[in-house]
C-alpha cells in the first residue's frame, strides 16, 4: 500500500489549470519560479510518501488515546510533524511578514493534497493550524501577529477552530460558550465545544485555539458572535510558555475513520480561569470565521481528491497483480472502475486547483477588477470544491473496495480504510447539503457564474482535431447546467426558497461534473497540441486526451440528465406528511 | 437505534407485487393463508425488533472472536438464535416431506429481510443454512436428507457453503482442494478455504460444511468439481453426535463490518482424516452450487433492502427530534435525502419480491409454461435484484450517515455501522460486475426480457388518475433500456463480448432502476384504487404515490441517459495502456 505522489499530473494541472506560470508573473508570487515549484512538489513528495505514508495503518488502528486529560498519538506521529516542521513546509503559502514564503496558495494546495493522500488523520494537523494562521494574516493585532501567528506559520504550535457545540452545528448562532471582559483588557472564557480536530495532542509545545464565544450583552444569532485567541498555555512577554491555560480536552470521539486526528470536546473555564484575548473586536467573530472557512472548506475538498488518488494508486496496483483467470485489470469491468475512479479524480483535481489559484488570483492581481472577478470566481467555486470533490471521494474510495472483491472488506488491505476516511469529509466544515444551499442560495445572486459559462463555451469553441469529439456533450452539459441556473437564478417555481432548495444538491452535482468534464477537455487540448508539437511525455499526454473523452462520454450525459430533477421543485418532497414518512 | 418491522409494506408489496394471494391459490402453497402470512409477519418482526435488533451493536464492537480453534460469539448471540430455532423459522420455505412448512420462498424472504434489517451479521447464519438446504433437497440422497437435512431444517445445525480458495474467488474453476475416495465410500478431503462465513461458531451442536473439491483424475475448470458434505462431528447411526471430523478454523477476518458473522478460514484434512460425503456424483459439484448461488443472489440482494430499510428508519427519527434553527426534517434538501432512501429501498424490495416470487411460481405453477417462464423471469431478475439492491444498501447506508451530519461519523451513533455492514453486500455472492456480465451474458440471450418489456409497457397504458404523470418518464426509461437492450443482445458494436462487458455496469443499473420505476407505478396504481374506493390505510397508500413520482422525476431521467454510456463500446476502457494508468 505505498503512495507515489503523481506530480507530473500535478506540474501538469498547476500549468494548464491554475496557470502557475501566470501567477509567478504577478509580483506578488515572483519567487514561484518553474524550479522552485518542481523543487517543492518533489521533496512534498519523499516527505508524503516516505514519512507520512507508513503511518497511515497504524494510525489507523493505534488511533489517538486520551488518559487523564493528555492525548498520545500512535509511535513515530511526532517524528513525522517534526520532519513536517523542520522542512518549514507550513510556512508555505504564510505572509513573508510574519515568517512564511508567500507562495501562492495552489502550491501549497498540491502539497497539502499529498500529505493528505498519504495520511489525512495526521494532514488535518497543518490543516487547522492553516486556518488559524488565516484568520490571525486577517484580522489578529500586531501583538497577536508577533506572539501567535509568526509560532503557528513556523509550525511549533498548532492552531485549531471551535465552532460546534452539541446544539450548534450547522446552526452556529445558537452556540452558548462565553466571554467576559476581565480588569487587564483580557477575556474569561466559559463553555463547551465538540468535534475539536486536534483539539489536544502530544506534537507541538503549544496549540491555539479559536474560540467563538459571546459577550455579555451581545446580539441573538450569528451577529453576537466574537473570536478568541485561547492558547492551551499562556505565553510570556518574552514568549516564552506560562502557566497553563484553564482548558481541557474531556474526551475524544470514537470515530468511522481518520482515527489518529484526536476529535476533542473541550472544556473552557471549568475554574473560571480561562484566558482569552479578542480577535478583531466584538461582534465580529463571524466574519473572521468566514475567512478561515473559505479556506478550509477548499482543503476539504482537497481530501476528496487525495482519499481518491490513494485509493485509485491502491487499486490499480492491485487490479495489475491480482488473478482470476487472467489479470483483472484485463477484465472490461475492472477497467471501468478504474477510468472512473481516474475520470472522477482528475476531474475534481482541477477543479480544486482552479479554485485555489482563484483566491491566489485575488490577493496578488494588481488590476482591480481582474482581482474582483477572481474573488467571485472563488467564491462562487468553493461549494462546489467542497461538495462535489468529497462526494468523488466516497465513490472513488468504494470502487476501492470493489476492485478488491472479498479482500476489500478485510481492513488489513487497507482499502477499507479510505473508505472510512473518506466519509467525513462531505460531512465536516458545512454538510455537502449545506455547500448546495450557498452555491444556490448566496453565490448564484452574485452573477459570476455567467462570465464562467462564457468563457467555458468559448473553450468548446476551440477543441479540435482529437478533442472536437468532446465539444457536442459539453455543449449539452452546459446547456442544461445554463436551464438549471436560469430556473434557480429566477427563483425557481412558485415555492422560491423551497423549490432552489430542493434541486440545490443536484444542482451542484451537475455544476461539478460539467466544470470537471471542461477543465479535463482544456488538459486534453493542450496535451494534443504538445503531441503535435513533439513535447513532453506521450503516455502522460495520450492518457489526457482518453479520460477527459471517458468523462465526456460517461459523465457528461447523467450531468445533462440532472435538469429535470433539478427543477422539479419542493412539492414531491413535503407531500408525504412527516407522520406518514 | 430501534427498529420496527415494515409489516404494512411488506404486505401491500407481497400482495400487489408478488401476488402473494396468487401464488396461495396454487395447491403447493395453499397453506399461506392471509391469516397466517400476517401471524408470520408480527411474529417475525417481534423476533427481529425484540431479539434480534438489539444486538447488532453489541455484535459489531465485541465481534466474533477466535481461540484454540473455537469461535465465540458476544453474549446473546446464542440465545437469539435459540429463539429463532424454537420459533421454527428455518423450516419456514423448507420441504415438508424434511420437516419444513412448504411455504412460499418470497414469504420466508419477507421474514429474513425483517432480520437482516434486524441484525445483519446474525441473519447470514440461516441464511447460509439456507443454501445448505436448497442444495441438499436438490441434490442429496435419501439418506443424505434424513441425516442431515432434517437437522439444519429444524435449526438444531447450520449450513455452510465452501468455495472461495486464496487464488480461486471469482474463478471457482482454480481450486485445489481434493477429495480421495475411501474403501468404505466416502472420500477424504483436503485442503483450504477462505472467507467462511459461519464457519466456526457455538451457537449449534453442529455444523454441515457443503464443501467444493476435485476427484482425482477430474477435468479441469469448473467442470470438475464434486461438492461433499462434510459434518464438524460426524454423525452415527443413529443420528447422535460421534467424532470430530478432521477439519478447524484456523483464523477469523477482521473485516469493515458485520464483526459478528465468523468469516473463517477453514483447514480440511490435516491428519489426513477428513471425512466427505459427495453430493450428486462426481463432477456434479458446479450444478449444486449453481443451485445455492442463485437463491444466495436473492438473498444478499435482499441484505441490500435490509440495511437500507434500517438505515432509513434509523435516519428518519434523527431528523424528526434534531434540531438545527428548526427540526432538520423541515428543510428540502434533508427530505430529499430521507425520499431518495425511501424511494431507493422501496424499489429494490419490490425487485426482490418480485424476483422470489417467479422462483416460488417457476416450483409451483401446474402449467408448464408458466412454470418454465417464472424461472425464465427469476433467472433475468436475479443477477438485477443482487447488484442493484446491494447498491442501494451502500447509497442508503450513506445517505443516512449524512442526515445524521457529525454524529453520524461516531461510531456510538450507529449509522457508521450500517454504511460498513452495508458494504459487503456488493461483493460476496459474485461481485456485482459479475452479476452485470451474468446479466447480460446469460441471462439476456435467454430472451425473457421481450415478455417482460411488453408486460411493462402494458401496466404504462394502465395508469390513469392521479398516475397518469408517471407514464411519461416510465415510457422514456423503458424506450432507452429496449435500445440498450437491443444493442446489447445484437453483440455490442465491432468488439463483441469486449463491447458488452464494457456497458454491463450501467446497463444493469439502467434495468434496476427501470424495473424500480415500473413496480412503485403498479404500486401506486393500486393505492389510487384502494383510496377510490374508500379501502385501506389513506396515509399509508397516499405515500405510495407521492414515492412513485419522486422516484419517476428523480431517478427516471437519469436511467434513460445512461443510454449513450452503455453502448460506448470498451475502446476507450483500453485506450490507455497499462502502464500509463
Known amino acids: 500500500m505505498t503512495y507515489t505522489a503523481p506530480i507530473t499530473e500535478q506540474r501538469f494541472v498547476l500549468e494548464t489549470i491554475a496557470d502557475l506560470p501566470g501567477l509567478a508573473q504577478l509580483q506578488h508570487f515572483e519567487a514561484a519560479t518553474a524550479d522552485l515549484v518542481d523543487a517543492i512538489l518533489e521533496e512534498a513528495g519523499k516527505l508524503s510518501a516516505g514519512v507520512f505514508a507508513p503511518l497511515n495503518r497504524i494510525g489507523d488502528t493505534e488511533a489517538a488515546k486520551l488518559a487523564n486529560g493528555v492525548v498520545t498519538l500512535p509511535a513515530g506521529v511526532r517524528e513525522a510533524y517534526a520532519a513536517y516542521v523542520e522542512g518549514g513546509w507550513m510556512t508555505l503559502g504564510a505572509d513573508p511578514a510574519w515568517g512564511g514564503q508567500g507562495l501562492p496558495f495552489v502550491l501549497a494546495t498540491a502539497v497539502q493534497e499529498q500529505l493528505t493522500s498519504a495520511n489525512m488523520a495526521l494532514s488535518l494537523c497543518p490543516m487547522l493550524s492553516q486556518g488559524a494562521i488565516e484568520a490571525l494574516t486577517a484580522h489578529g493585532s500586531e501583538d497577536q501577529k508577533q506572539t501567535y501567528l509568526t509560532k503557528?506559520?513556523?509550525?511549533?504550535?498548532?492552531?485549531?477552530?471551535?465552532?460546534?457545540?452539541?446544539?450548534?452545528?450547522?446552526?452556529?448562532?445558537?452556540?452558548?460558550?462565553?466571554?467576559?471582559?476581565?480588569?487587564?483588557?483580557?477575556?474569561?472564557?466559559?463553555?463547551?465545544?465538540?468535534?475539536?480536530?486536534?483539539?489536544?495532542?502530544?506534537?507541538?509545545?503549544?496549540?491555539?485555539?479559536?474560540?467563538?464565544?459571546?459577550?455579555?450583552?451581545?446580539?441573538?444569532?450569528?451577529?453576537?458572535?466574537?473570536?478568541?485567541?485561547?492558547?492551551?498555555f499562556l505565553v510570556n512577554a518574552d514568549g516564552s510558555l506560562g502557566a497553563r491555560n484553564d482548558l481541557r480536552c474531556v474526551s475524544i470521539e470514537h470515530k468511522l475513520g481518520i482515527h489518529s486526528s484526536p476529535t476533542c470536546t473541550m472544556s473552557y473555564g471549568d475554574n473560571d480561569d480561562c484566558v482569552g484575548y479578542i480577535i478583531g473586536g466584538e461582534n465580529a467573530g463571524m466574519r473572521a470565521m468566514f475567512t478561515m472557512m473559505n479556506h478550509a472548506r477548499i482543503n476539504v475538498g482537497l481530501q476528496g481528491v487525495s482519499i481518491a488518488e490513494r485509493a485509485y494508486q491502491h487499486a490499480l496496483a492491485y487490479a495489475k497483480e491480482r488473478v482470476q483467470v487472467r489479470r483483472i485489470i484485463e477484465f472490461a469491468d475492472v477497467r471501468r472502475m478504474l477510468m472512473t475512479m481516474r475520470g472522477l479524480t482528475e476531474a475534481a483535481r482541477a477543479l480544486t486547483y482552479l479554485n485555489a489559484a482563484a483566491v491566489d488570483r485575488a490577493h496578488a492581481e494588481t488590476d482591480e477588477r481582474a482581482g474582483r472577478e477572481a474573488q467571485a470566481l472563488a467564491d462562487l467555486l468553493t461549494p462546489v470544491t467542497k461538495a462535489f470533490s468529497t462526494d468523488v471521494g466516497v465513490e472513488v474510495a468504494s470502487l476501492g473496495v470493489q476492485i478488491f472483491g472479498g479482500m476489500g472488506f478485510i481492513e488489513e488491505t487497507g482499502a477499507a480504510q479510505h473508505y472510512r476516511d473518506a466519509r467525513i469529509a462531505p460531512i465536516y466544515e458545512g454538510t455537502n447539503g449545506i455547500q448546495a444551499m450557498d452555491l444556490v442560495g448566496r453565490k448564484l445572486p452574485q452573477g459570476r457564474w455567467k462570465s464562467l459559462f462564457a468563457d467555458m463555451r468559448a473553450d468548446f469553441a476551440l477543441l479540435t482535431g482529437e478533442t472536437a469529439g468532446l465539444a457536442p456533450y459539453l455543449e449539452d452539459a452546459l446547456a442544461a447546467l445554463e436551464s438549471a441556473?436560469?430556473?434557480?437564478?429566477?427563483?425557481?417555481?412558485?415555492?422560491?426558497?423551497?423549490?432552489?432548495?430542493?434541486?440545490?444538491?443536484?444542482?451542484?452535482?451537475?455544476?461539478?461534473?460539467?466544470?470537471?468534464?471542461?477543465l479535463l477537455a482544456k488538459q486534453a487540448a493542450t496535451a494534443a497540441q504538445r503531441l503535435a508539437a513533439g513535447e513532453g511525455d506521450p503516455a502522460f499526454l495520450n492518457a489526457k486526451i482518453v479520460t477527459a473523452r471517458f468523462f465526456a462520454e460517461q459523465f457528461l450525459p447523467q450531468a445533462a440528465a440532472l435538469l429535470g430533477p433539478i427543477t422539479r421543485g419542493a412539492e414531491a418532497l413535503f407531500a408525504i406528511p412527516e407522520e406518514a414518512l
Open 485 to 518: 441556473t436560469t430556473w434557480l437564478a429566477e427563483g425557481g417555481a412558485a415555492g422560491g426558497a423551497d423549490d432552489n432548495a430542493a434541486g440545490a444538491t443536484p444542482y451542484l452535482r451537475m455544476f461539478g461534473l460539467t466544470i470537471g468534464g471542461w
Open 152 to 232: 503557528i506559520i513556523s509550525g511549533e504550535w498548532t492552531g485549531t477552530m471551535n465552532l460546534t457545540e452539541p446544539q450548534a452545528g450547522t446552526d452556529v448562532g445558537a452556540l452558548r460558550t462565553t466571554a467576559t471582559p476581565a480588569e487587564d483588557g483580557t477575556w474569561r472564557i466559559k463553555g463547551s465545544k465538540i468535534f475539536i480536530t486536534w483539539g489536544e495532542h502530544d506534537v507541538a509545545e503549544n496549540i491555539i485555539h479559536l474560540v467563538l464565544a459571546r459577550t455579555p450583552g451581545s446580539p441573538k444569532g450569528t451577529k453576537g458572535i466574537s473570536l478568541f485567541v485561547v492558547p492551551k
